[in-house]
């Protein structure tokens, strides 16, 4: 591997593979309980991949027949980030929650606000000098990239 140049896997579609059971696992693993609605709470981060409010959850979940109270998707989301087992932004309009758990970079939408994730490996080299100028061993790194979305030409 030379590392001249940075790979990027759109939508983090390395972390959807192993599916919301891995979700499921890593809760049982820390000995939370897997009740109905948290169960419902994940099904849904996990089949929206993207970064959605407390609120966003509660109107998706009851838009597809799933019962569940605000308060509970609330307490279900606090609890599941604070142990790791979802990502959590905070926003200046507030919080938003995603699937994943493991280091990775998002790309922000500066005229929709919209947050895609994705995978991107800086080079190593790249990284080695980093280390060299900061006397730090990087061990993980996440990235911030807004843009707009290219016009398509006619
Ligand atoms: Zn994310």
């Known amino acids: 591997m030379s590392g001249a140049s940075a790979s990027i896997d759109p939508q983090g579609k390395r972390a959807i593979e192993g599916g919301v059971q891995i979700a499921f696992e890593r809760c049982r693993e820390l000995g939370m309980r897997l009740s109905r609605q948290r169960r419902m709470v994940l099904d849904l981060l996990w089949s929206e991949a993207s970064h959605l409010s407390a609120r966003?959850?509660?109107?998706?979940?009851?838009?597809?027949?799933?019962?569940?109270?605000?308060?509970?998707?609330?307490?279900?989301?606090?609890?599941?980030?604070?142990?790791?087992?979802?990502?959590?932004?905070?926003?200046?309009?507030?919080?938003?929650?995603?699937?994943r758990s493991d280091p990775h970079s998002h790309l922000t939408c500066l005229d929709s606000g919209q947050i895609e994730d994705l995978d991107i490996e800086l080079p190593e080299d790249l990284l080695r000098s980093i280390e060299e100028r900061t006397g730090y061993r990087i061990e993980s790194y996440t990235l911030q990239l807004n843009g707009r979305p290219v016009a398509e030409p006619d």
């Open 56 to 99: 966003d959850i509660f109107e998706k979940l009851n838009a597809r027949g799933r019962h569940i109270g605000h308060t509970s998707v609330y307490q279900n989301l606090e609890a599941l980030q604070s142990a790791g087992v979802i990502e959590c932004l905070d926003r200046a309009n507030g919080r938003l929650y995603g699937y």
